[in-house]
């Protein structure tokens, strides 16, 4: 296996104290983390750091090695008494190993779905407040875009690295709906930086074989090795201990031990299933939590040209249309978001003469949460995940947007659109531990503490108030971000 | 071989489905789906030249990577292949029909798709003798129609 520097046994922590104890390395403590120790250089108030990560160190060779990104499969971890197959990587930086890489923004409407639309919740803030921390978040991953998409999603700042190429398709449409086709934003890297080379569309997202997109193994390793920072791999943590209103304590299990270490300050980012399992087997149900665990609906469609060839995009998803996703339609159904990919999903056409004229798209709907849609525990005290699956909101607005692509793709010579079906999960899962202003319809604050246990920040998707029809990841680096500057600031 | 309708034919490849083929895929091709492939290759993209041994280390990538038709369901293809029965299987009554026709239509495309990226055959395939290069996702930076610039 790979090595931090900062790594260090459990045997040798066990029983010690650290200023700050962080729980999971994926995107919501890398960037928590990030942020909190540039203040640390400053302040020093984050003092001495230990992360625990439930699996092991694996860098990019290894994991290409062995075709996987960790040995522990996401079903093995929890009973799922749901129809969807819920999908994460437990291991050093959690979802940055396994994402696609797709980094659009939320939207500004989807942090005030209730104001503008009756339904769902507002978030407790902003895009506005967000805002500026997106644009670091895409600093520090070097995002790739077209600022020209500041037409939906306003933005202060330039994207760290131009957009990447479109398809031909996708020129076509930008052309014609200048003002909601855009080239989608995305961590694969456009050029090469110092530590990723640059997407050269092997359309293998998942484990990239160039590592093109931003990962821990290759974005975040000042930070899990920073000298203030001691990296426990191995470490399952099985609960919290409290005293007054605080935590107290972590315990964790490795090598078929039990460890305890104490601290001052939480960062609970273990996912949107297993921070509230932790929370629970802690005693800690206040409010909602872990319910309303839920994930964006997505369903396929191939729409068959006549005379135009696609596929010659310079990434796997190349373009990124709005015209379905906001207006006083969400009062009823959901948010749909469009991905144009720019890879053969279904093969190349079979006439001859006509084997690239085909555009596979994905139609993205953001699903209200609903609080029957949970995460329980088990008598052994192991994760369970209920719920029925996507919600009519969701399903009926994959209807609408369907009905409303013949007019998206009005400028494209289409023959028809195929039905490809719908995709069993966006592997987004969010929304257990969610936050609000009101501490009993939800977990944390605004600032991402606790409601009660004012020490404990919750970290990641689990805390999103409502869903988007956008990927998550962004907005969980965005929002640690935020969090830690509000803490420590 | 004319001993079996067109219906039938159809019809036993329904009730078989399109299964796994036990045990091959495993560093080679059967026959039957070597031949199997290859005629549906030449139907879809006319005549090529290519070495035997060369598309057969093809066939048995590709049987590896996905799964195939059953031996007697390649049979049964190469049965339809030969007597111009490809596109029966939509005009079947009921959804079977459809089913089934969805369920070739996919390993054409599946076949042509490997086929074209690990040759980088031109459309139409023409005169040039063709090589294979491994499937796409054996290697890196191999997108032929990817454009960067």
Same mark, same amino acid.
């Given at each position: 296996?790979?090595r ?15 200023d700050?104890?962080v729980i999971?390395?994926?995107?919501g403590?890398?960037f928590?983390?990030?942020e909190?120790l ?13 992360v625990?990560?439930w ?10 090695a ?6 522990i499969a996401p079903?093995s971890t929890?009973t799922?008494?749901s129809p ?11 979802g ?13 409407s ?8 009756g339904?769902?919740r507002?978030w407790?803030f902003?895009?506005?407040a ?10 520090i991953?070097a995002?790739?875009g ?13 994207f ?6 479109m ?7 930008k052309k014609?709906?200048?003002?909601q086709h855009f ?15 640059g ?9 990239c074989?160039?590592d093109?997109k931003f990962?821990?193994n290759n974005?975040?390793m000042d930070?899990f090795?920073?000298?203030?920072v ?5 470490a399952? %943590?099985?609960a919290?201990e ?7 304590a ?9 460890h ?5 300050l939480f960062?609970?980012g273990a996912n949107?299933i297993?921070?509230?399992a ?15 665990l ?7 469609v191939?729409a068959?040209?006549?005379?135009v ?6 990434t ?17 159904s ?5 991905y ?6 279904f093969?190349?056409?079979?006439e001859?003469g006509?084997?690239r004229?085909?555009?596979p798209? %994905? ?11 949970r995460?329980l525990?088990?008598a052994?005290?192991r994760?369970?995940?209920h719920?029925d699956?996507?919600?009519?909101y ?7 947007a369907?009905a ?11 023959e028809r659109?195929?039905?490809r ?12 531990l ?8 939800s %977990?944390?604050?605004a600032?991402?503490?606790h409601?009660?246990y004012?020490?404990l920040?919750v970290?990641?998707?689990s805390?999103?108030p409502?869903?988007s029809a ?16 509000g803490?420590?600031? | 071989?004319?001993?079996?309708s067109?219906?039938?034919l ?8 399109l299964?796994l083929a036990?045990?091959?895929?495993m560093?080679?091709a059967?026959?039957?789906q ?6 549906m ?13 060369e598309?057969?280390r093809f ?6 990577s ?10 049964l293809?190469?049965?339809?292949e030969v007597?111009?029965?490809?596109g ?5 009554p009921?959804?079977a ?6 369920r070739?239509e996919?390993?054409?495309r ?8 690990a040759t980088?055959a031109p459309?139409p ?6 090589h ?9 930076c191999?997108?032929p129609y990817a454009?960067?610039?």
């Amino acid at each position: 296996m790979a090595r931090l520097t900062s790594q260090i046994a459990a045997e040798a922590i066990s029983g010690q104290h650290f200023d700050t104890i962080v729980i999971g390395s994926g995107f919501g403590s890398g960037f928590f983390l990030h942020e909190a120790l540039r203040h640390t250089r400053t302040t020093g108030r984050t003092g001495r750091v230990l992360v625990l990560e439930w699996g092991e160190i694996r860098d990019h060779a290894q994991q290409l090695a062995d075709g996987r990104q960790t040995r522990i499969a996401p079903g093995s971890t929890y009973t799922n008494h749901s129809p969807r197959p819920w999908n994460f990587t437990i291991g050093f930086g959690g979802g940055t190993n396994c994402w696609f890489a797709q980094t659009p923004r939320f939207h500004p409407s989807d942090f005030r779905l209730n104001s503008l639309y009756g339904v769902g919740r507002d978030w407790p803030f902003d895009y506005a407040a967000l805002e500026p921390f997106y644009c670091e978040a895409e600093d520090i991953m070097a995002i790739s875009g077209d600022d020209d998409m500041a037409r939906v999603l306003p933005r202060s700042r330039p994207f760290p690295q131009a957009g990447h190429r479109m398809s031909t398709p996708d020129a076509l449409l930008k052309k014609a709906r200048p003002d909601q086709h855009f080239v989608m934003p995305t961590a694969r890297a456009r050029v090469g930086t110092e530590t990723r080379n640059g997407c050269c569309a092997n359309l293998r997202c998942s484990l990239c074989p160039v590592d093109a997109k931003f990962t821990a193994n290759n974005g975040l390793m000042d930070v899990f090795q920073h000298p203030a920072v001691q990296f426990c791999a191995g470490a399952k %943590v099985t609960a919290l201990e409290t005293a007054a209103g605080s935590i107290t304590a972590v315990r964790f299990e490795s090598g078929g031990r039990e460890h305890v270490v104490t601290g001052d300050l939480f960062v609970l980012g273990a996912n949107a299933i297993h921070s509230p399992a932790i929370l629970l087997r802690s005693g800690i149900d206040h409010g909602p939590t872990g319910q309303g665990l839920h994930e964006a609906y997505g369903i396929e469609v191939e729409a068959m040209l006549d005379g135009v060839d696609n596929f010659d995009g310079s990434t796997i998803t190349t373009g990124a249309d709005y015209g379905a996703y906001d207006g006083a339609f969400r009062s009823q159904s959901g948010a749909a978001l469009l991905y144009f990919e720019n890879r053969w999903k279904f093969g190349l056409r079979p006439e001859p003469g006509r084997w690239r004229q085909t555009l596979p798209i %994905v139609i993205v709907v953001e699903d209200l949460p609903r609080d029957s849609e949970r995460v329980l525990l088990g008598a052994d005290g192991r994760a369970e995940v209920h719920g029925d699956g996507a919600g009519r909101y969701a399903m009926q607005g994959a209807e609408r947007a369907l009905a409303q692509l013949p007019q998206i793709l009005s400028a494209l010579p289409v023959e028809r659109i195929e039905r490809r079906g719908v995709r069993p999960t966006e592997s987004h899962l969010q929304g257990s531990l969610r936050m609000g202003a009101d501490a009993a319809t939800s %977990v944390i604050d605004a600032g991402q503490l606790h409601h009660v246990y004012r020490n404990l920040v919750v970290v990641g998707s689990s805390v999103f108030p409502t869903c988007s029809a956008a990927n998550p990841s962004l907005t969980v680096a965005a929002l640690s971000l935020r969090a830690a500057r509000g803490l420590l600031a | 071989m004319t001993g079996i309708s067109r219906r039938a034919l159809l019809g036993s490849l329904g009730a078989g489905g399109l299964v796994l083929a036990g045990g091959l895929g495993m560093g080679a091709a059967s026959g039957g789906q070597v031949d199997l492939l290859r005629r549906m290759l030449v139907r879809l993209i006319g005549p090529f030249r290519m070495d035997d041994a060369e598309f057969a280390r093809f066939a048995a990538d590709f049987a590896a990577s996905r799964a195939m038709p059953g031996t007697a369901q390649v049979d049964l293809l190469r049965l339809g292949e030969v007597l111009g029965a490809t596109g029966a299987a939509e005009r079947l009554p009921g959804s079977a029909g459809a089913k089934i026709a969805s369920r070739i239509e996919q390993l054409e495309r599946d076949v042509l798709t490997q086929f074209v990226l690990a040759t980088r055959a031109p459309d139409p395939p023409g005169g040039e003798i063709l090589h294979y290069g491994g499937l796409f996702a054996a290697n890196a930076c191999n997108n032929p129609y990817a454009q960067f610039g």
